[in-house]
């Protein structure tokens, strides 16, 4: 882990002082010397090795067995630079170079070598200084590191932003407001005091209970959440609990306005008509019109009020945004609640709304205690449905609470405030600067109060502890630009490589398809700090926030050309622009290539046609068979109706294919057996094959080939054949005709009709 140690001072200035040790991940506690190389990665020699940080890890680097270099042990008494960005490493009398772009260690094989690293060397013990037993080095971001009693030091300058304003105790404050003649108010809620200060922020007294100014410290009995000046010079203050007050500055002279519905008074507005409109955490919206008093959604927490030049409302509540058009008449006002609906997108990010804020150019923003901060995008206020944008943010929302909102001067920077942190926001970039604990140097804890931006530019920011001035100037910083390096890639499940950076393009092979990158910004300052984005392609809208993560996995690519960019913040939490791109090339298998698709296309068609044709045959065999078998259904039933005509002169009209089968003996015999017992119910296909002289099997097989069927439906089919003629040219009964052809059962006999012609015995006969 990190050693923060104590502050210490040097040449009159403060400095964080960060160690770094063996358990941080330093490779041993004898530390020899250190460099910063082109990329900006700090390199540490010690004597168990050479070891890189980009500002997160330590990672060690050795001599190995089998990399050709004549190096005896990894304990490395000094480290400089060469020409070429590599590293020299003197190891005993001995001096080699290891390569920044492979990562390992070389021999200097020759003469001229030797003498050039002994120059570089001479050369670069000048860039840091030797002050007795430490070595001290300023990198290039500013930072000081030191070599102290073997253990690496790295001092950052501490500069304090924040100009606290003096007061009795710690307190949250909860009112900043200016009046007509330019004083400053300034009210807190422990000790409830209501303070005044001149223009340039001089004490001029506190308020008593009464209304008198008191030039030492006093109560004012009641803790104030908002104060406004009237046209008429009243100033109002609204307390919670303790309702509303009416002061008469000049004549000092402070009422309590007794006839208020609810006196949890969180903010006032005064209208375009001279009414003064009340927001009450628990009492809804409250106008006060000369005398009478109305109320308005008296069951909302209200916190905050905005008109527009348009008398429009806006009100923002713990419970959605209310908006409502003001008419002279307050009892024909009508609000509307626009809240967080989870069925579309346009919609407020959360109810818990706390601040509205208009720029010059008229646009309304609205904060919430868990969304951000949205865009009011619809023109028409008063419409049913109000639509809504998130405002974007850089690498993402450093907090999602939003407390108050105030305009920095220009038409695109606001000065946001969350919780632990101030944000400055510039809606043309879509990014902000963060001013946190890390900015202050202290654990600042802000309330809901509006900063208040005074007359010479500075700001005046409200905390739980009490009130601070910052500097304009402190706040428009020179940002550190941090380089983004690749320090690390694991491909699959293969060893990781370190020695990466130097990768403009990345090819994977086809079975390499997951990877995770590793990457840093090198600000040494605080790297935990920093936030980072990224996204595959050249669409700038695509940008993926991943916080402090520095690493990004890939899994499952397809084949084809990727371009991985990154980005991040610098330690100071501001955008920066350090893009970095990496190319990565996925190889396809060879089915993943055109040939290798070309290829399944042409098999898959193969198969296709191979199918078709087969199903195309079977189909030609099919048709054949039933013709075949239609052909001596018919030849029998003209057989049946003159037994006297010759054979041969039927099979004139027969097919050649099919007077083949005809006279088959087998098929002869079988054809002459259905014709002499085709009324006889008792025959069976054992009878049949007795009759044509073969096996049962092998009169099954012979039907089968010949005409697609078995005995047994060819028996059916002749009798159902023989049954249409009865029923078309004879007077017979349906029963009659099923006896005729063999049929014991008449309705068995009109199902099987039915099967095979599709009508019913007795529609066949009535038929035309």
Not at 67 to 76: E, F, G, I, K, W
Not at 94 to 102: A, E, K, L, P, S
Request: net charge neutral; hydrophobic share 35%; aromatic share 10%.
């Amino acid at each position: 882990m990190l050693l923060i140690g104590p502050t210490v001072c040097m040449s009159q200035s403060q400095y964080h002082q960060v160690k770094y040790d063996e358990e941080d991940g330093v490779p041993s506690n004898h530390v020899t010397q250190l460099l910063q190389d082109a990329d900006g990665f700090m390199w540490f020699s010690t004597w168990n090795g050479l070891c890189r940080f980009d500002g997160y890890d330590f990672q060690t680097f050795k001599s190995q067995n089998g990399d050709s270099c004549h190096m005896t042990s990894d304990r490395l008494r000094n480290i400089w630079l060469s020409d070429q960005g590599n590293i020299y490493c003197k190891v005993e009398n001995d001096t080699f170079c290891f390569d920044t772009r492979t990562y390992r260690f070389q021999d200097l094989v020759n003469k001229a070598d030797r003498e050039k690293a002994r120059v570089t060397g001479r050369s670069a013990s000048k860039r840091g200084q030797f002050n007795g037993d430490f070595f001290e080095f300023t990198d290039r971001q500013g930072l000081q590191w030191e070599l102290r009693d073997n253990a690496i030091s790295c001092l950052r300058p501490i500069h304090y932003p924040a100009q606290p304003i003096a007061q009795q105790q710690p307190a949250q404050i909860r009112c900043l407001a200016r009046d007509g003649k330019g004083r400053i108010w300034m009210t807190t809620k422990e000790d409830a005091t209501v303070r005044l200060f001149d223009a340039r922020l001089q004490p001029l007294g506190y308020l008593r209970p009464e209304g008198k100014l008191q030039a030492g410290y006093v109560s004012f009995g009641q803790p104030v959440y908002c104060i406004t000046q009237t046209r008429d010079g009243i100033i109002w203050l609204g307390s919670k609990p303790g309702g509303l007050f009416r002061y008469d500055g000049n004549a000092q002279i402070l009422r309590h306005i007794e006839n208020l519905p609810h006196q949890a008074v969180y903010d006032i507005k005064e209208d375009s008509r001279g009414r003064l409109w009340l927001a009450t955490l628990g009492g809804g919206l409250v106008c006060m019109d000369g005398d009478r008093v109305y109320q308005f959604m008296d069951s909302l927490k209200v916190r905050y009020i905005h008109l527009t030049a348009d008398n429009v409302l806006l009100a923002a509540t713990t419970d959605g945004l209310v908006a409502g058009k003001l008419t002279d008449n307050p009892r024909d006002i009508r609000f509307r609640l626009h809240q967080r609906e989870p069925n579309r997108q346009g919609s407020l990010n959360s109810n818990a709304t706390m601040d509205i804020l208009q720029d010059s150019r008229g646009r309304l923003f609205v904060s919430t205690e868990n969304g951000a901060v949205s865009e009011i995008v619809s023109k028409d206020l008063l419409a049913d449905t109000l639509s809504f944008r998130r405002l974007p943010m850089r690498g993402g929302w450093p907090t999602e609470t939003i407390l108050s909102m105030a305009s920095m001067g220009t038409d695109d920077e606001m000065l946001f405030t969350g919780s632990n942190q101030l944000i400055a926001y510039d809606s043309r970039q879509g990014n902000g600067s963060t001013y946190d604990s890390w900015y202050f140097h202290h654990p600042y804890h802000f309330s809901e109060v509006r900063p208040l931006r005074l007359d010479d530019c500075r700001w005046l920011v409200g905390s739980m502890e009490g009130a601070f001035t910052l500097s304009m100037k402190d706040m428009e910083r020179t940002p550190f630009v941090p380089n983004m390096v690749l320090t690390a890639i694991t491909i699959q499940n293969n060893p990781t490589q370190y020695a990466v950076n130097h990768l403009d393009t990345l090819c994977l092979s086809p079975a390499e398809r997951s990877l995770t990158i590793q990457f840093a910004a090198l600000d040494f300052s605080n790297a935990q700090r920093i936030r980072y984005e990224f996204r595959l392609g050249d669409d700038d809208v695509s940008w993926t926030a991943i916080g402090h993560n520095h690493s990004v996995t890939l899994s499952a690519l397809q084949p084809g050309t990727y371009e991985l960019w990154l980005r991040s913040t610098n330690a100071d939490g501001i955008s920066v622009n350090n893009l970095r791109r990496l190319v990565i090339v996925v190889q396809p298998t060879f089915w993943e290539s055109v040939w290798g698709r070309l290829l399944i296309v042409l098999i898959v068609a193969a198969v296709l046609g191979i199918t078709a044709y087969t199903l195309l045959y079977i189909r030609r065999i099919k048709r054949k068979q039933h013709e075949t078998l239609q052909a001596y259904l018919a030849l029998m039933e003209e057989h049946d109706e003159d037994r006297s005509s010759d054979a041969g002169q039927h099979r004139e009209t027969v097919p050649m294919h099919q007077a083949s089968v005809a006279d088959d003996p087998v098929i002869k015999r079988v054809m002459e057996f259905i014709e002499q017992h085709i009324s006889n119910s008792d025959v069976g296909v054992g009878d049949m094959a007795e009759a044509a002289a073969t096996s049962r099997s092998g009169l099954q097989r012979k039907l089968k080939k010949a005409m697609g069927i078995t005995p047994q439906d060819l028996l059916r089919e002749a009798r159902i054949k023989h049954a249409c003629r009865l029923l078309r040219e004879t007077d017979k009964t349906v029963a009659e005709v099923s006896y005729a052809c063999g049929f014991t059962d008449p309705k068995y006999f009109s199902r099987c009709f039915k099967q095979s012609t599709g009508m019913s015995p007795s529609e066949y006969k009535t038929a035309p």
